[in-house]
């Protein structure tokens, strides 16, 4: 019998076809090479169709991830487990199908590693807690877009108890590039103690990070045909060595910040520097004026910059 999958209102396009294809054998040839289990986990709450995506997890043995927390009622907004191969086989229409979501949206990363599907859906459960200086938070370890983020915040030797959860955990980086966060072989008794205690600078990286993706996300519906001219791999630096500019011009608030990066785009990278502009940073300096309202004062008073 044939997987019935959600719809997608914006499919795959033809074009990125052998893409997604490619990065489906790339992961089909990491899990035969290591054994094991490989797994998907689907973010609800990034995905298109969710309620459609519930149907299938749920026919599919998808696990809760938000079991054990007070958000588990919201399953069409949580994190799912699903299991994509095993010893027996592997599923080629859910992981190509996995893939497409992925390419689509920010809501995919694949496990591959030795646990089978309920120790690794409780270990992954045990993670999502994080406890901040302000008090707890949802970790988002699922998340491809901070995934290599927590890695490289938390890699320390011996490797951090968090990532004793098998061999690799997959995602697409942005540049559409399969990457994985190497995982430590897990032994009988989970090592980690929640929650994931997260530090005031490890916290201002993830924030960090997050904002970059949000800041993406704004210019992409905002200023779709400038933004989508930027290559894929280019896109987060070109925001972060903007939203640094922007800082150094007194532009800082998140609003300012985004109307930053979309002149840098109408502009040029470096048009900060002109004269005409200086006196636009100026009046935010002096004033607590948005950078959209002090461009506004200007073309008003006639020094349109």
């Known amino acids: 019998m044939m997987t019935a999958l959600p719809r997608m209102r ?3 396009p033809e074009a990125q076809r052998p893409r997604a294809d490619g990065i489906a054998a790339a992961l089909l040839g990491s899990f035969q090479a290591i ?33 054990s927390h007070p958000e588990a009622e919201a399953e069409s907004l949580a994190a799912w487990q699903m299991g994509l191969g095993d010893a027996s086989g592997h599923d080629k229409t859910l992981l190509g199908y996995s893939v497409e979501q992925a390419l689509l949206s920010d809501g995919v990363t694949w496990l591959i590693g030795a646990l089978p599907a309920d120790e690794m859906a409780t270990r992954l459960s ?11 938070a949802l970790f988002r370890c699922y998340d491809p877009r901070l995934l290599p983020v ?8 011996p ?13 697409l980086d942005a540049s559409f590039q399969l990457q994985y966060a190497p995982l430590t072989e897990p032994g009988p008794v989970d090592p980690f103690v929640p929650p994931m205690l997260v530090s005031d600078e490890q916290h201002r990286r993830l924030q960090a990070v997050s904002e970059l993706h949000q800041l993406a996300r704004f210019l992409g519906l905002r200023k779709p045909e400038q933004f989508f001219r930027i290559a894929p791999g280019d896109r987060l630096a ?10 150094a011009c007194g532009a800082a608030r998140f609003a300012d910040v985004l109307r930053y990066c ?11 520097r002109q004269p005409r502009w200086q006196e636009v940073w100026e009046q935010m300096l002096h004033t607590g ?5 002090a461009v506004s004062k200007a073309e008003m008073e006639g020094r349109r910059p």
């Open 289 to 293: 004026l948005s950078l959209a309202d």
């Open 238 to 247: 070109f925001i972060a060595l903007q939203r640094s500019n922007a800082a």
């Open 150 to 157: 927590i890695h490289e915040a938390w890699d320390q030797i």
């Open 35 to 67: 054994g094991g289990y490989l797994y998907a986990t689907i973010d609800l709450a990034a995905v298109e169709n969710a309620e459609e995506w519930l149907e299938l997890l749920k026919r599919s043995g998808g696990r809760n991830l938000f079991a």
């Open 10 to 12: 914006l499919p795959l």
């Open 262 to 272: 979309e002149l840098a785009m109408e502009h040029g990278a470096e048009f900060h």
């Open 126 to 136: 045990r993670r999502l807690t994080a406890r901040l200086p302000e008090g707890d």
């Open 159 to 171: 490797p951090h108890p968090f990532f004793a959860l098998g061999s690799r955990w997959h995602f």
